[in-house]
């Protein structure tokens, strides 16, 4: 059987193999708090590149210590963490995955000790702390940092930047009219809410010339949130800026009930994809290989990324291609039991 799941893609001179992506997902796994890559990381993604992953995304990694998630998160605010992201980056490409990594800030979502900062003075919940407003020179200063993680990127070999725009974190919080309150010229219209990631595009742009993806939530949940029409509009932006896929996925900028089941965010990308022409990566509860290649082969999106079901099975490519009658072909090492 001819399929398109495995079937290569290329984007901006980069080639995978295959059009399955690990989706990024906190491991919270650096023990020492220093932002560092452990072996825990080294093991974890190197099995996903033997499993046959075509693109490994790692996880959202923070541009500043202040902007973490929490004080165990990967971090890409020094050159002190080259030298681990440089190993982890060549563990991967020894087994054939392309590389990616999702550069972060948590903003008012952050868990970590001090000062935590955001567009708006406003918590996420009763259980989470109040973030301080941030000034002109905390914007300015958190952009920079956006660009020295992706110079930093480019110097540890990854092969594709995406910028973390979703699930609720600071360039979120910026984008969403319930998180964003400012009066500035960052803050009231759908253009002032979207220059803060406007301007984290154009600097990374400055240093990095290679495949840009841009993750987003493209549903708030909320009345008076964004929709995935609003969306469209800033995707219409994005590409205007060279970024080259969106990664749709929805929700988590405020507490909200979500209705999930197999697929529930694919809609977002296709509905992206046809109204802006821009490529994207489809997310949500997708667990087989039939659902992937339906996906795919109806162009609801380019690139199906896969979350849970990779943390379940780091071999999960080999199961799709039994589904979709594909010959993969094994690692030597372990061709006996293929």
Same mark, same amino acid.
């Given at each position: 059987?001819?399929?398109?799941? +495995?079937?290569?893609?290329?984007?901006?001179?980069?080639?995978?193999?295959?059009?399955?992506?690990?989706?990024?997902?906190?491991?919270?796994?650096? %023990?020492?708090?220093?932002?560092?890559?452990?072996?825990?990381?080294?093991?974890?993604?190197?099995? &996903?590149?033997?499993?046959?992953?075509?693109?490994?995304?790692?996880? #959202?990694?923070?541009?500043?210590?202040?902007?973490?998630?929490?004080? &165990?998160?990967?971090?890409?605010?020094?050159?002190? %963490?080259?030298?681990?992201?440089?190993?982890?980056?060549?563990?991967?490409?020894?087994?054939?995955?392309?590389?990616?990594?999702?550069?972060?800030?948590?903003?008012?979502?952050?868990? *970590?000790?001090?000062?935590?900062?955001?567009?708006?003075? !406003?918590?996420?919940?009763?259980?989470? $702390?109040?973030?301080?407003?941030?000034?002109?020179?905390?914007?300015?200063?958190?952009?920079?940092?956006?660009?020295?993680?992706?110079?930093?990127?480019?110097?540890?070999?990854?092969?594709? *930047?995406?910028? %973390? #725009?979703? %699930?609720?974190?600071?360039?979120?919080?910026?984008?969403?009219?319930?998180?964003?309150? $400012?009066?500035?010229?960052?803050?009231?219209?759908?253009?002032?809410?979207?220059? +803060?990631?406007?301007?984290?595009?154009?600097?990374?742009?400055?240093?990095?010339?290679?495949?840009?993806?841009?993750? !987003?939530?493209?549903?708030?949940?909320?009345?008076?949130?964004?929709?995935?029409?609003?969306? !469209?509009?800033?995707?219409?932006?994005?590409?205007?800026?060279?970024?080259?896929?969106?990664?749709?996925?929805?929700?988590?900028?405020?507490?909200?009930?979500?209705?999930?089941?197999?697929?529930?965010?694919?809609?977002?990308?296709?509905?992206? &994809?046809?109204?802006?022409?821009?490529?994207?990566?489809?997310?949500?509860?997708?667990?087989?290989?039939?659902? #992937?290649?339906?996906?795919?082969?109806?162009? &609801?999106?380019?690139?199906? +990324?896969?979350?849970?079901?990779?943390?379940?099975?780091?071999?999960?490519? $080999?199961?799709?291609?039994?589904?979709?009658?594909?010959?993969?072909?094994?690692?030597?090492?372990?061709?006996?039991?293929?």
């Amino acid at each position: 059987m001819t399929t398109t799941l +495995f079937s290569p893609y290329t984007i901006k001179g980069v080639t995978l193999k295959n059009r399955i992506v690990m989706s990024p997902m906190c491991m919270y796994s650096c %023990h020492n708090e220093d932002g560092k890559v452990e072996n825990w990381h080294k093991i974890h993604y190197a099995a &996903r590149a033997v499993g046959q992953v075509g693109l490994i995304v790692v996880e #959202a990694t923070a541009v500043t210590a202040q902007g973490r998630i929490s004080s &165990r998160d990967l971090g890409i605010w020094s050159d002190e %963490h080259l030298t681990g992201l440089k190993e982890l980056v060549s563990l991967m490409k020894e087994h054939g995955a392309k590389t990616a990594i999702q550069l972060a800030h948590a903003g008012r979502k952050a868990m *970590i000790d001090g000062e935590i900062i955001a567009p708006s003075p !406003i918590a996420f919940d009763e259980k989470m $702390r109040v973030p301080r407003e941030m000034t002109k020179e905390d914007i300015e200063n958190t952009i920079q940092a956006f660009q020295q993680g992706a110079r930093r990127a480019k110097e540890a070999g990854f092969d594709i *930047i995406e910028i %973390h #725009a979703a %699930h609720g974190y600071l360039i979120n919080e910026f984008l969403s009219p319930l998180t964003n309150k $400012r009066q500035d010229e960052y803050g009231g219209t759908a253009e002032n809410r979207y220059r +803060f990631l406007s301007e984290v595009i154009d600097a990374v742009r400055e240093v990095w010339d290679g495949p840009l993806f841009v993750r !987003i939530s493209a549903s708030d949940y909320h009345p008076e949130g964004l929709t995935v029409e609003d969306y !469209i509009e800033y995707a219409k932006r994005m590409k205007e800026q060279g970024v080259d896929l969106i990664d749709v996925s929805s929700g988590a900028v405020v507490p909200a009930k979500i209705d999930v089941y197999p697929g529930y965010q694919v809609r977002f990308a296709e509905q992206i &994809r046809q109204s802006v022409g821009v490529a994207t990566g489809a997310v949500g509860l997708i667990t087989s290989g039939l659902q #992937a290649e339906e996906i795919l082969r109806n162009e &609801r999106a380019d690139l199906v +990324f896969i979350g849970r079901e990779l943390l379940r099975n780091p071999y999960w490519p $080999r199961t799709a291609a039994k589904e979709l009658g594909v010959e993969l072909e094994a690692p030597v090492q372990y061709k006996r039991g293929w």
